[in-house]
């Protein structure tokens, strides 16, 4: 039931989020002294997730763990990231506010478009 809760939030996320984020999936490390939990160093800092656990970066970017599937140990990290809008110099820039949580630190100027 919980995983099927955590594939609706994501689906959920997808559809009306991807515009201004970037997501990525990865398989997920292990560390011997934590078997079970993905692993990570993030800027020499060690980083523990449980399977559906999240953890924010200190640059807009929320990394969660999960399991594959249900029947499976293996672990992956999905990282959510602002994103891209715009293409080149177009209407839209992105500007980090790390002092505020993810996706919210996410903010766009965006100018009118020119015919």
Known sequence: MMKRFFLLTWIIFFL??????????????????????CYMNYMGEDIFLSPGGAWTSGDCE??????RNQNSNELLLYIASCGV???GN??????????????DC??????????
Do not use: N, W
């Not at 996410?106 to 015919?115: A, I, N, Q, T």
């Open 16 to 37: 009306f989020d991807s515009s201004e984020s970037a997501t990525t999936m990865q398989e997920a490390a292990v560390h011997p002294d934590h078997p079970g939990k």
């Open 106 to 115: 996410c903010k766009y100027e965006c100018s009118d478009l020119v015919d």
């Open 85 to 87: 809008m715009g293409y």
């Open 62 to 67: 929320q990394i969660t763990c999960d399991r």
């Open 90 to 103: 177009g209407p839209c820039k992105l500007h980090k506010d790390l002092s505020l949580p993810y996706p």
